[in-house]
């Protein structure tokens, strides 16, 4: 079976200071691993998607993450956060089990920015 | 492109009413769709799923259904509503296949009085 772990529920970041977001998972097989970020009252957005092609990641608004599957980790990074990253943030696993594409969710980090 | 629309966005019910959440996918055919409920400082729960017209698949039992009357309109309902079913609902599609991540609609807010 497949989990995830977020090491964090909240951070809290200046402007301008870089954001880490630590994600670990478990898979018995090479995951598909997502971030999605969800604003006050809001859907949530995919951010970035890894599928087992580059283990650094891309994703919209100036965030990355890297798979290392040493560390069975996923962590979500951003070198300078604005005002508008204020949000909760979600790490995601795909099941392997099922066809259609099952999510386990991570429990959140919630993420504060200070001017 | 493909878009997703849910509604309404808020919706205030009493007690024993009924329930009739809508969503649509434009963009896309035979998408797999879903129903989440997200509470208060808690994570998504995965209510439904549906992989075709009328195939729905139910996560959890509970006072709530689901229904797929077309390819790409997903009904989530209840014939008579409780105050344990106030929360968040995210309605989602994805492509079919494995790995493929979900795109979500804005939600709808349900407050049960």
């Known amino acids: 079976a497949q989990s995830v772990t977020q090491l964090d529920s909240h951070v809290s970041v200046s402007e301008g200071t870089p954001v880490l977001l630590r994600c670990n998972y478990s898979?018995?097989?090479?995951?598909?691993l997502f971030w999605y970020v969800q604003h006050p009252n809001k859907g949530l957005q995919l951010l970035l998607k890894?599928?087992?092609?580059?283990?650094l990641v891309k994703g919209i608004n100036g965030f990355e993450a890297e798979f290392k599957k040493s560390e069975t980790s996923f962590h979500l990074t951003k070198p300078s956060a604005h005002m508008s990253d204020a949000a909760e943030y979600f790490c995601v696993v795909s099941s392997l089990t099922d066809s259609w594409g099952k999510l386990q969710f991570g429990a959140g980090t919630q993420v504060v920015v200070t001017p | 492109s493909q878009t997703i629309h849910q509604w309404p966005a808020t919706l205030v019910q009493p007690v024993g009413s009924p329930l009739s959440l809508e969503c649509t996918v434009e963009?896309?055919?035979?998408?797999?769709l879903y129903w989440y409920r997200q509470a208060a400082g808690r994570g998504l729960q995965l209510l439904f799923y549906s992989v075709g017209i009328g195939q729905i698949s139910s996560e959890v039992p509970q006072n709530l259904s689901a229904s797929r009357p077309q390819d790409r309109q997903f009904i989530l309902s209840s014939k008579k509503l409780l105050l344990s079913d106030s929360g968040f609902y995210l309605c989602?599609?994805?492509?079919?296949?494995?790995?493929?991540?979900?795109?979500f609609g804005d939600g709808t807010r349900l407050s049960i009085l």
């Open positions: 963009g896309t055919s035979n998408p797999n």
């Open positions: 890894y599928t087992s092609a580059a283990t």
């Open positions: 989602a599609w994805s492509l079919t296949g494995k790995h493929q991540p979900q795109h």
């Open positions: 898979s018995s097989y090479s995951p598909s």
